[in-house]
Each structure stands twice: as C-alpha cells, then as structure tokens.
C-alpha cells in the first residue's frame, strides 16, 4: 500500500500548485484523504481533507477561500490545489489515507490516518 505525492515545487509568493495524491496497492473507494504539512520545528498541520465519497470536506483557518481539494476515485487520485501562496505555506506536504467503511466525516487530526505518503516540498518564496 503506497501513497505518492507530487506537485511540489519553488513559486513565487501569490502564485498557485496543484498537489497531487496517488495510491498504489489498494483503492482509495474506502478512504477518507487528508492533507498535512510540517515545518521543521512545528508540529505536522492538517489543512484539508475530503470523505471517501468527496460528500464531506474541511479546511484549516489558515488556508480556507486558498485551497481546494478534489478526488477522482477512477484515478484513485486526490489533488489539492493551492492559490495564492504565502510564505506560511512553505512546508513538506503529506497526504495521508484514513480507512473508513464506516463513516462518511473527515477530520483534520493525524492520528486518525492510517497511510502517509513521503511528502512533497513546497517553498515559497516572496
């Protein structure tokens, strides 16, 4: 079971990426995605996540009217993509895998997710 990120990059302050979360080994049909993302020295932060059937979604404060999450569950694909990056925003992004047959709410909190990916880096730069 694995999950892949990619997207990440160098962009300017106030430009956007779209993230990308692929799973491998297993389909994403059961499982409720978050989004997270760590700076050195900081706790890991969730920012966004969707249900398996994409009916329930959630953003952090910071990043709410900024950020979108999507899924494609043919493509076993979910992407988040980001506008108008902050400095803040810099950070490793992780997507992580919560296996839920039974409920249909995400949460922001990691210790619900059961599979991470590696992270993608994301760097802005003002």
């Known amino acids: 079971l694995q999950l892949v990120e990619s997207g990440g990059g160098l962009v300017q302050s106030g430009g956007s990426l779209r993230l990308s979360c692929n799973a491998s080994g297993f389909t994403l049909d059961w499982y409720n995605i978050g989004w997270f993302r760590q700076v050195p020295g900081k706790e890991r932060e969730g920012v966004s996540c969707i249900s398996k059937t994409g009916g329930d979604i959630d953003y952090a404060d910071s990043v709410k009217d900024r950020f979108i999450i999507s899924r494609d569950n043919a493509a076993n694909t979910v992407d988040l993509q980001i506008n108008n990056l902050k400095d803040e925003d810099t950070g490793v992004y992780y997507c992580?895998?919560?296996?839920?047959?039974?409920?249909?709410?995400?949460?922001?909190?990691?210790?619900?997710?059961?599979?991470w990916g590696q992270g993608t880096q994301v760097t802005v730069s003002s």
């Open positions: 992580a895998a919560d296996f839920a047959p039974d409920h249909g709410v995400c949460l922001l909190t990691s210790w619900r997710y059961d599979y």
